[in-house]
C-alpha cells in the first residue's frame, strides 16, 4: 500500500481522554473524517490532519487531546500522530431557549408562536414532562456533508432532557486557519449551535402539515443519507410513539459575520405513529418488560427513480421493528420545501423480542433480486444480532394488532446468547460485488469485556488466507485482548491494589495540594522495583487483574477503518466513577484486505462516492486507492490535468498582464510558483495559476494545502470571464485536489 512507505503521513494510533462515558454509541465518524466522542456533559472533536510529516524529535509526543486547554491545543510538544492536536471540546448540556429557532420562522414566513418556557421537560413522561433532573448526552451523529461551512458535515447532539440540538461551524474571523507550531491547522472556532427541536424548542410546519405546537421530549434521532441534492432529510421519535420527519436545507455566506450560523430552512414536513402492533402493558402487569430505544431510528440507502428518491426508515417499538417507505423530490432552485410522501403502513415489519437500547443498521447497497429491489441490514436485540432483508414497493397489509404471546415475542428465546452483555456496536462492511452472501458481512463489540467472555467481539467476515501468521481482526481487538488477558501473581496483584488505594485515598485528602500529591503518588511509584516485589511470591498463582467496557465503534467514511472507545477497569478494586478513576482510550484498527483485483476495483468505485478527505483519509490508513494531488509521488490524473489546463487556457492573457506587486516587473514560472527577476516569489492559484498578489485573496485546502484565488476576486480581476468564473470555479473546493477549504 503506498501510503505504509509515505513518511509524510501521521500514524495513526490509540490515544488517552479525561472523560466519563455516559452512554453507549457515544463515537462517530463525519463524512469527511471528523471525530466525535459524546461523554457524560460534554462532545470531543478530532480533525483529521493529511499530509503532515511528524516529529522528527525522536520522541512521543506526552499531549493527550483533553487533557489540557479545552480546544485541545496543548503546548510544549510535537506533533507525531493523527488525531493530537486541533480537538474542540465543547458542552452539550445547556437548556436552550425557544428564540434559538425564531430565524427558523421568519425563513418560512410563519409566526413564531410565543409561549411561557419553563427550562428542562417535555413531552408525556411523567417525569420528564415536568423537567430534567440530569442533561447528560445520549446520542450524536453527523448529518450528510453539504449542510455545513464548505459543505461540511454538522453534528446533532441528542441530551437527557429531550432537546436535539444541531452545532455547525460558524462564520470566522479570519483566523480559522490558526498557526500551530510552524502549521496551518484548521480550527472550528466559533462552534455554535444553529438550531434545535425538543423540550420547548419547536419547529415550523411545512405548507399542508397541519400539526399542532407541542413540547416534546425527543427520544431518538437519524440522518438520512447523503441525497445529493440540496438538503437532508431528519426523522426524530418522541415519547408519544410518534416519528416526526424533518427537512433541513442551509446556505453560507463568506462574508457573514464572525459566529454567523448560516441561513437554515428547517421545516417539519411529516409524522406517522411508531407504536407497533404491539399494544403497551402496564407497569405491573407480570409480563411486562421494559423497552424503548436511544438508537431506535435508522434509514436505508436511497433509491434513485427518476426525479425522486425512495428510502426505507426503520424504527424499534415494542418487541417489532418496523419499516416505512418515504419518497422525497427537492426543488432544482432555492431552498424550497421538498415534496415527501410516507407510506401509509409500514411495508415490512419483524416480530421479534428486543430489550432497551436495539437498534438496526442497514447495509450501504440497494440490490436488485429479480424484478425486486431490496435492501438489507442487521438487528441488534441487543443480546444478539439478527440479519433481515425488506424489498421496495412491498405489497404486505398492515400487520394487524395482537398481543406478544401471539407471536411468542414476550420472552426471549433460549438461544438469544448473552443477555447481559449487550451490543454496543455494529458495522455492517462495503458489500463484495463479485460474489452475495447470504447475510451482511458485520462485525459487532459488547459491553463487557473480560478473560472470561469471549463473545464481545464478533465478526462473520471470512479468515485472512493465512491467520497464523499475524492477529485475526483488527489491531483494538488484539489490543483489548492483552488488556483483558494481563495476569499478575495473586498476592502481588493484592499488593498493588492496596497500595493503589492508598495513593488515591492520599491524593483525596487534600483538595488544595491535588496536583503536588499526585506528582508524589507518581514519583513513589516510578521507585517500584518488580524484582523486589516478587520475592517469595507463588508466580503459579496467577489473576487477571484488568476488564473492559466498550462504550461504543464507528467506521471511517470508506469503512476501512474502525475505532471502539473503551474505558479500563482493575478486577481488584473497586472502580471509581470519575476522571480520577476511568482509564478511557479510543483505540483504531483496520481489516486486512483482499489482494483480489475484482476486490481492489470494487474499492475504487466505491471510493467516487466519498469526498476527497474521506478518500484521503481511506488511503492513508484504510488500504484504498491513491488519491490525486495528495501526498507526496502521486500525480494527478491525465483527465483532471486537463481540465486544469482548459481552466488556465481561460486567464492565459490576464497571466500574462500580471506583474510583481512589490517591483512591478514581469513575472515568469518557478515550478508551481511565479517569481520576477528580482527573486520575489509568488504563490499561484491552484486553480488557474494566477499569481496571488496580496494576503486575504485566496482560501487555502485543507488536504493539499494548496490556495485558489476566490470566486469574487478572479471577477475583479478579469471581468470578461464573470461568466465561466461563477459557472465552473467552486468557492468552496479546491481546484487542485477537490478537498474543501478552510473555513
Known sequence: MPSENDTTILPLESFSLLAVPASTHNIAWSPDAELAIGCDDCVFIFLPEFSTAPSTSGGSSSHVPGHGHGD??????????????????????????????????????????????????????????????????????????????????????????????????????????????????????????????????LLPRAEGHGADYAKEHVTAFAWARDTEGRGALMAYANDDGEVVVVSVQAKHDSNAKPGDCGHWRVEEIARFDAEGPHPKLDPADPDYTPSGSSFSLSWSPWLKRGSSKTAIISYVAKNYVGFREITVTWSRKGMKTPVVEVGAVDGNGVCVYLATDAFVVWEDLVWTIGSSKVCRGMIATPAKAQAFQVSFDSKEPAMPTHTTDECSTTYPEGNDGPAENPITGLIIHPPSLSQTTAAPSYSLVRLSATHENDAWYQTNLPLPPNPEDGAVGPKWATEINQIVEHQLPRALAHRLASDLASVRSDEGSDDGNNGVDEEEGEDERSEFDPNDAMAGIDTEDQVHVNRVRIWGMASSPGGGVTAVFITQYGTMWPGRDTFAGHKCRVLFGRYDSSTDESEEANTILAMKKLSTEARAWEWMYGGGPPVAGVGAGISTPAQEKNKQKTMGEYFTEVSRSQVCPFCELPLEPAGKSLRCHRGHILDTCATTGLPILAPGLSKMCSVCGSKCLKPEDLVAMAPQLKEIIMAEISGEICGGCGGRFVN
Not at 95 to 105: A, G, W, Y
Not at 147 to 166: C, E, P
Open 72 to 201: 485541545g491545543h496543548g503546548g510544549g510538544t510535537e506533533i507525531s500522530r493523527q488525531y493530537n492536536d486541533a480537538a474542540l471540546r465543547f458542552p452539550s448540556v445547556e437548556h436552550r431557549h425557544p428564540d434559538l429557532n425564531r430565524p427558523l420562522f421568519d425563513a418560512a414566513g410563519q409566526e413564531f408562536p410565543e409561549f411561557e418556557h419553563v427550562p428542562g421537560g417535555g413531552g408525556s413522561g411523567v417525569i420528564t414532562s415536568q423537567g430534567s433532573s440530569m442533561n447528560h448526552g445520549v446520542a450524536l451523529e453527523w448529518s450528510p456533508s453539504g449542510l455545513g461551512r464548505m459543505g461540511r458535515s454538522v453534528l446533532a447532539v441528542l441530551t437527557g432532557a429531550g432537546a436535539l440540538t444541531v452545532y455547525c461551524e460558524g462564520a470566522s474571523d479570519g483566523m480559522s486557519a490558526s498557526k500551530l507550531r510552524g502549521r496551518n491547522v484548521r480550527s472550528l472556532r466559533p462552534w455554535v449551535a444553529a438550531w434545535g427541536v425538543g423540550a420547548g424548542l
